[in-house]
């Protein structure tokens, strides 16, 4: 049994929307990064057949050209379907004391409310990075997370 190799596997994908705006800061090497937090909602019929719904919320950091293009496009609010994986990392508080948190170190992020590129030059540039593989050319990207539902998830979203 000690012969056991793990697959080394480190995948998160996670939709929600932006809780506040997000922190954009640099490194002391003038690396760009942005820190934020999505709320990311689960809905369920619970035993009497009720719906509920519970909300996690999910640290995410993105580095780079990922992170200025947070900059110029996230807000509070805004919605955003992240591709990434769990990093974990441990700081000293105010008081002395160690503290360990968990959040997704973002790899690609599908910015998922309309966006216009011609509203003014700052959301320009950012417009031209390119961050997903599926952004389109178009002037607007699409405002639904519904084209990655299948036909029976977007039925039990809309009951």
Known sequence: ?????????????VAGNLTKDPVFRETSNNTPVVNFHVAANR???????????????????????????CRERLKKGSAVLIDGELQSRTFKT???????IVEVKAKRI?????????????????ASDSISSSESNSSY???SFDKFLTDEESNL???
């Open 94 to 100: 105010e008081d002395g004391k160690n503290r360990t």
């Open 43 to 69: 809905r369920y019929k619970d035993s009497s057949n009720q719906w509920q719904e519970d909300v996690c919320y999910v640290g995410v950091v993105a580095w780079n050209k990922l992170a200025d293009s």
């Open 1 to 13: 049994m000690a012969d056991l190799k793990m697959p080394e596997l480190n995948s998160v994908i």
């Open 110 to 126: 599908q910015f998922l409310n309309k966006f216009s590129k011609n509203s003014d030059t700052s959301t320009t540039n950012a």
């Open 157 to 159: 979203m809309n009951e």
């Open 141 to 143: 990207e699409e405002n």
